[in-house]
């Protein structure tokens, strides 16, 4: 475990380096979430009512979203392992006595957490402070934020099984700008980061609620604004353990296929 | 130590012709060639051995080389390595060689030396006793003490690869391997090397194999060698006999381009 730790810590301090990065990133998602809001505002005006979640429970939901961008972005996938499986450096990761598995994970987790640590707070804090009802709001009782705490967690592993899935295909097609692409345009609309889920038509709606992507940023950002709340908690937290279980179970399966089969690329 | 038996591997290759129509085929068939990379190859080596293993390009050594320390999985085959099949029990086994990869690096590039050297240390939980003197006798060696504070990827290609191969000592390995150690190198540069890695083997008993192009290090380096061309091992014997074999040969280039053209490969 200790190897873990140490992979992890050295990732994480390479990722705070970069401060220049993080304070471009700030303005870019404040700028962001705030016209977002502003779009949806124009909505909201013509009829308040047609809509399936208040205005301040998706203002809530948005900086959430900006503020914890690096933690379930799924198209932010790491260069250095797609490098490493086309250009052969996976060689000396082989070389290691580790999993190699848990050793791209604990990469993974320590670039988005590093990310996401310089910069939530400042967006968070702005966010507290914004007028009603374009603010991020308290969360309604402590049981919700102690689950919207959970199910943050468990979103944020579940999105790095996946994209460990997504390095796994690479093994096999060689170039990681179709991965990439897949990820970033159909992925990143079914997790609900372009609009959030509860603005599907119903019938889509429910379909998606039941996929691994309603698990990951959806769900702990509706909890926190409260869009889901009582028994349903519970019910998405059970799916949500049950997909993230599943995807380490079937990551682990075809990661050891592929190095079966591996072949170091460059001699 | 080490023992090969009738190890077999075949990569696909694909293949197409050059231009555009081509191209749009292989959109829709690819053709691909088999490529028998290694065949029936056999060897043994004994602990504390240093042993040259040579051929052509595309002769199989790195394969070899990557089977041996547990990255690639043969067809067929048996292979035990200090009592361990290396791609069955991959973790076990390679926690205890080190290899060195001369055309790649394992140092992080944007740190310190000694920041990988330590990542390392933790990798393969070497105690921080063992840890220390292993790095004061390496560096010492070397005379690496200041360059290990410097980022990797201001080092030069020399200063570099010392650290590459410290590196990979760190751990204690019974068995280094070398895959092309000095590619690239200058004389100087490369005699450095050389002392290096004959100090381990001498001073630490360390088993050694190392692939080379450069005969220059097989001559100073080695007792045995493998040669292999073509997928197969062609000959295994020390440098003398082979010098004997083929008395007509003045220099050790000669030497192996005669034995290229005797087996044809």
Known sequence: ?267 | MIELRNINKTFKVAKRNAGFGEAAKALFKKEYTKIEALKDVSFNINAGEMVGYIGPNGAGKSSTIKIMSGILTPDSGQCIIDGLTPWKNRKEHVAKIGVVFGQRSQLWWDVPVIDSFELIRDIYKIPKNIYKNNLDELTSMMDLSEIIKTPARQLSLGQRMKCEITASLLHDPKILFLDEPTIGLDTVSKIAVRKYIKQINEQKHTTVILTTHDLQDIEELTQRILLIGKGRILLDGSLEELKKRNSECTNITDLVVSLYEEFNV
């Open chain 1, 1 to 267: 475990m200790t190897k873990y730790l140490s992979l992890f810590r050295i990732r994480f301090i390479n990722g705070l380096q970069y401060r220049a990065a993080a304070f471009a990133g700030i303005i870019t998602q404040f700028v962001w979430g705030m016209m977002e809001l502003l779009m949806f505002n124009a909505f909201y005006r013509s009829n308040p009512s047609a809509f399936p979640m208040s205005f301040s429970q998706l203002s809530s939901y948005i900086w959430l979203q900006q503020a914890f961008l690096a933690m379930f972005m799924m198209w932010f996938l790491e260069q250095d392992i797609f490098s490493s499986i086309t250009g052969g450096n996976l060689a000396y990761e082989l070389s290691r006595p580790m999993d190699l598995y848990n050793m791209w994970f604990a990469r993974s987790m320590a670039t988005r957490l590093s990310k996401a640590l310089l910069r939530s707070f400042p967006i968070l804090i702005i966010a507290v402070l914004l007028p009603k009802p374009y603010n991020i709001s308290l969360p309604a009782d402590l049981v919700s934020f102690g689950m919207f705490i959970v199910t943050l967690i468990l979103g944020f592993v579940t999105v790095v099984a996946f994209s460990m899935i997504l390095y796994i295909i690479t093994f096999y097609t060689m170039s990681p700008t179709g991965v990439r692409l897949v990820a970033f345009s159909i992925i990143e609309f079914l997790t609900g980061s372009v609009i959030p889920l509860p603005f599907m038509p119903d019938k889509v709606r429910f379909f998606l609620e039941l996929t691994p992507f309603a698990s990951m940023q959806n769900l702990p950002f509706r909890i926190y604004s409260g869009n889901i709340s009582g028994s349903q908690m519970v019910k998405c937290l059970l799916i949500q353990i049950f997909w993230l279980f599943l995807i380490i179970f079937l990551g682990r399966i075809y990661m050891k296929q592929a190095l079966k089969k591996v072949v170091i690329q460059g001699g």
